[in-house]
């Protein structure tokens, strides 16, 4: 630290410039006073042609942008807003990018740390920690009178990119990707002066920490596992293509979450025969009796029927690990690194069986539209949610990307997901599940990937994050289609699947509907009308296949009209016509 003026513009563009040379490429900012240093320190760069930049007035979807453009790999996105409750509107984002291994990086600013708790206007004492635990590193910088910290803050930027891309030994909690909070105390005057000097000016930047922002490779030990008859893989979210090689290279069926990236082996064209579709529906079968063994990549939360396999006394699990994970609650074995098969499986019959059982299962699925299968939609809709997915999924070009709301939309999508091109990335924030933040999520990961993509998502979380349309006007040329398939089906259709759709003693309909139902009958067309994105609403497979055909530029949704309680109907006949053809296969 040198003695010397500095002002808070001089630190902020001094941040600024620490996260340039360590990798940042995208800055969400938020419009307020007390962060304006870092608005103009943005600005600066931006008009440099540095930094891409984007600002939104919704803290909640800002941070959610970052998440998606964070998951579309490479740096941490960098969100930036005033002090206050601004703040709190951020940590449903980083939560969800704590538990999926998001890097992102916090910079909220604040008054200097003596005004905390005095009254202050829109200052507290419990931003510096308000989100506790779930950061990787928090960091607090002051500007304070008469000191030039600059070389400190720049310092500090590059530090935050490196915990937040989860490179080691530098102080963060746990070496993984996640979230990182910065926050800034800034004192008058917040905007530059005549004094500041000029960008050219501007001091060389300090050696910096490592840019490194790609997810830690696994270490170099490379376990050998026995290889075992009545072993499986599932590869739940963000397991990555290990699963897919352990998987092929020791002859194991692969149960494959969406958004696993696990459907092929890396640089393959075509999804591994190893992937057993419809999995979760055959884990109701016999064929699932003999599992002796799971081997678990990720993080599989998705399916009931998984989580009910990982808790079956008779099966072992074993979890591989990246560093810093814990894996499942149950298991026996944690290890990191490379794991392979000592040989490749004893009984290839036990593949033929699952891909045969998975066989049969997708013939029921694909029937899942037609009388034949006793699952046709009701008359007031012409389209089944599946078949839904199903064309969204045969519409996906390899160069595409695809991003699934929590709820029935990823689990629709999980029973049709082998049939998307290898190529196309899969994003579903399974960290915590919520059904916030999918639109700012997906507009992330197409300006993150430069990709057109699709999304799926139930009425409630497309309306949940609606402001995520809010994107400036100025901004909506660079952003790639977004084509937004909605489900509505007037509710929370997932609830009709749970206990509470069932008998509950003392309780009737009228209490499901208005607790767990929850129509709302808001007009989803209306709603993008307000926000000028482009808006149609289909009525069959052909309107579908049209919508999908042609996406228009930027933002778009298709509306689906559902019906909620035929999904209770659908899964239970489902289920059963597998479970009926696979008894009688056997
Ligand atoms: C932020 C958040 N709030 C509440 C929930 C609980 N929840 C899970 S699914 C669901 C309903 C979702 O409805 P919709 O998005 O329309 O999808 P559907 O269930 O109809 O497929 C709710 C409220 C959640 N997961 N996340």
Same mark, same amino acid.
């Given at each position: 630290?040198?003695?010397?003026?500095?002002?808070?513009?001089?630190?902020?563009?001094?941040?600024?410039?620490?996260?340039?040379?360590?990798?940042?490429?995208?800055?969400?900012?938020?419009?307020?006073?007390?962060?304006?240093?870092?608005?103009?320190?943005?600005?600066?760069?931006?008009?440099?042609?540095?930094?891409?930049?984007?600002?939104?007035?919704?803290? &909640?979807?800002?941070?959610?942008?970052?998440?998606?453009?964070?998951?579309?790999?490479?740096?941490?996105?960098?969100?930036?807003?005033?002090?206050?409750?601004?703040?709190?509107?951020?940590?449903?984002?980083?939560?969800?990018?704590?538990?999926?291994?998001?890097?992102?990086?916090?910079?909220?600013?604040?008054?200097?740390?003596?005004?905390?708790?005095?009254?202050?206007?829109?200052?507290?004492?419990?931003?510096?920690?308000?989100?506790?635990?779930?950061?990787?590193?928090?960091?607090?910088?002051?500007?304070?009178?008469?000191?030039?910290?600059?070389?400190?803050?720049?310092?500090?930027?590059?530090?935050?990119?490196?915990?937040?891309?989860?490179?080691?030994?530098?102080?963060?909690?746990?070496?993984?990707?996640?979230?990182?909070?910065?926050?800034?105390?800034?004192?008058?005057?917040?905007?530059?002066?005549?004094?500041?000097?000029?960008?050219?000016?501007?001091?060389?930047?300090?050696?910096?920490?490592?840019?490194?922002?790609?997810?830690?490779?696994?270490?170099?030990?490379?376990?050998?596992?026995?290889?075992?008859?009545?072993?499986?893989?599932?590869?739940?979210?963000?397991?990555?293509?290990?699963?897919?090689?352990?998987?092929?290279?020791?002859?194991?069926?692969?149960?494959?979450?969406?958004?696993?990236?696990?459907?092929?082996?890396?640089?393959?064209?075509?999804?591994?025969?190893?992937?057993?579709?419809?999995?979760?529906?055959?884990?109701?079968?016999?064929?699932?009796?003999?599992?002796?063994?799971?081997?678990?990549?990720?993080?599989?939360?998705?399916?009931?029927?998984?989580?009910?396999?990982?808790?079956?006394?008779?099966?072992?699990?074993?979890?591989?690990?990246?560093?810093?994970?814990?894996?499942?609650?149950?298991?026996?074995?944690?290890?990191?690194?490379?794991?392979?098969?000592?040989?490749?499986?004893?009984?290839?019959?036990?593949?033929?069986?699952?891909?045969?059982?998975?066989?049969?299962?997708?013939?029921?699925?694909?029937?899942?539209?037609?009388?034949?299968?006793?699952?046709?939609?009701?008359?007031?809709?012409?389209?089944?949610?599946?078949?839904?997915?199903?064309?969204?999924?045969?519409?996906?070009?390899?160069?595409?990307?695809?991003?699934?709301?929590?709820?029935?939309?990823?689990?629709?999508?999980?029973?049709?997901?082998?049939?998307?091109?290898?190529?196309?990335?899969?994003?579903?924030?399974?960290?915590?599940?919520?059904?916030? *933040?999918?639109? *700012?999520?997906?507009?992330?990961?197409?300006?993150?990937?430069?990709?057109?993509?699709?999304?799926?998502?139930?009425?409630?979380?497309?309306?949940?994050?609606?402001?995520?349309?809010?994107?400036?006007?100025?901004?909506?040329?660079?952003?790639?289609?977004?084509?937004?398939?909605?489900?509505?089906?007037?509710?929370?259709?997932?609830?009709?699947?749970?206990?509470?759709?069932?008998?509950?003693?003392?309780?009737?309909?009228?209490?499901?509907?208005?607790?767990? *139902?929850?129509?709302?009958?808001?007009?989803? *067309?209306?709603?993008?009308?307000?926000?000028?994105?482009?808006?149609?609403?289909?009525?069959?497979?052909?309107?579908?296949?049209?919508?999908?055909? &042609?996406?228009?530029?930027?933002?778009?949704?298709?509306?689906?009209?559902?019906? &909620?309680?035929?999904?209770?109907?659908?899964?239970?006949?489902?289920?059963?016509?597998?479970?009926?053809?696979? &008894?009688?296969?056997?």
């Amino acid at each position: 630290m040198s003695q010397g003026q500095a002002s808070s513009f001089a630190h902020a563009r001094a941040l600024v410039g620490g996260w340039r040379a360590s990798g940042v490429r995208h800055i969400v900012i938020c419009p307020g006073s007390r962060s304006a240093p870092v608005a103009f320190a943005v600005a600066e760069a931006e008009r440099a042609g540095l930094l891409r930049v984007h600002v939104r007035h919704d803290e &909640r979807a800002a941070a959610f942008l970052a998440l998606g453009l964070g998951a579309a790999g490479g740096s941490p996105a960098v969100v930036v807003t005033t002090s206050g409750t601004a703040v709190a509107n951020l940590h449903p984002a980083v939560w969800e990018a704590w538990h999926s291994a998001v890097p992102m990086i916090l910079a909220t600013a604040n008054r200097p740390e003596h005004l905390h708790g005095t009254w202050a206007s829109q200052t507290t004492e419990h931003q510096r920690t308000v989100f506790g635990d779930a950061v990787r590193l928090r960091i607090g910088l002051e500007v304070v009178a008469g000191v030039d910290a600059c070389d400190d803050w720049a310092t500090a930027a590059a530090r935050a990119v490196a915990a937040a891309s989860g490179s080691p030994g530098c102080a963060a909690v746990v070496a993984r990707p996640g979230p990182v909070h910065l926050d800034l105390g800034f004192v008058e005057p917040l905007v530059p002066t005549g004094a500041d000097a000029s960008p050219s000016g501007a001091r060389p930047l300090p050696a910096t920490g490592s840019g490194n922002a790609s997810a830690p490779m696994p270490g170099a030990a490379t376990h050998t596992l026995p290889a075992q008859a009545a072993t499986v893989v599932v590869a739940g979210d963000g397991a990555g293509p290990q699963a897919t090689v352990l998987a092929e290279d020791a002859g194991w069926p692969l149960f494959a979450e969406p958004s696993s990236g696990a459907f092929a082996r890396p640089g393959a064209t075509k999804v591994s025969l190893n992937a057993i579709p419809a999995y979760r529906l055959l884990l109701d079968t016999p064929v699932a009796q003999h599992i002796s063994r799971v081997i678990t990549f990720g993080r599989p939360t998705l399916s009931r029927p998984v989580t009910a396999l990982l808790n079956r006394p008779d099966v072992e699990v074993i979890h591989v690990a990246r560093p810093g994970e814990a894996g499942p609650p149950r298991v026996h074995q944690r290890l990191e690194g490379r794991v392979d098969a000592s040989e490749t499986c004893v009984h290839p019959d036990w593949l033929r069986i699952w891909q045969h059982a998975g066989a049969a299962a997708e013939q029921i699925l694909d029937s899942a539209g037609s009388d034949s299968a006793g699952v046709k939609p009701s008359h007031a809709q012409q389209l089944s949610p599946l078949r839904v997915a199903e064309l969204a999924v045969q519409a996906c070009r390899a160069e595409d990307a695809m991003v699934v709301a929590a709820s029935n939309a990823v689990r629709d999508l999980d029973l049709v997901a082998h049939r998307l091109p290898p190529g196309v990335p899969v994003w579903a924030n399974r960290g915590l599940a919520g059904i916030d *933040g999918t639109i *700012g999520t997906a507009i992330g990961v197409a300006v993150g990937m430069r990709r057109r993509t699709r999304v799926l998502a139930g009425d409630l979380a497309f309306l949940h994050d609606v402001g995520s349309l809010s994107v400036p006007q100025m901004e909506r040329a660079a952003v790639p289609a977004v084509q937004i398939i909605v489900l509505n089906d007037d509710g929370g259709g997932i609830f009709e699947l749970l206990e509470p759709a069932g008998q509950v003693p003392g309780f009737g309909r009228d209490t499901f509907e208005r607790f767990f *139902g929850t129509p709302h009958g808001n007009g989803i *067309g209306a709603l993008c009308a307000g926000f000028a994105v482009p808006h149609v609403v289909v009525r069959d497979e052909d309107g579908l296949r049209a919508q999908l055909a &042609r996406p228009p530029a930027g933002v778009s949704v298709v509306e689906v009209g559902l019906d &909620r309680r035929f999904r209770r109907r659908q899964a239970a006949r489902l289920q059963g016509a597998v479970r009926t053809r696979l &008894r009688a296969q056997a």
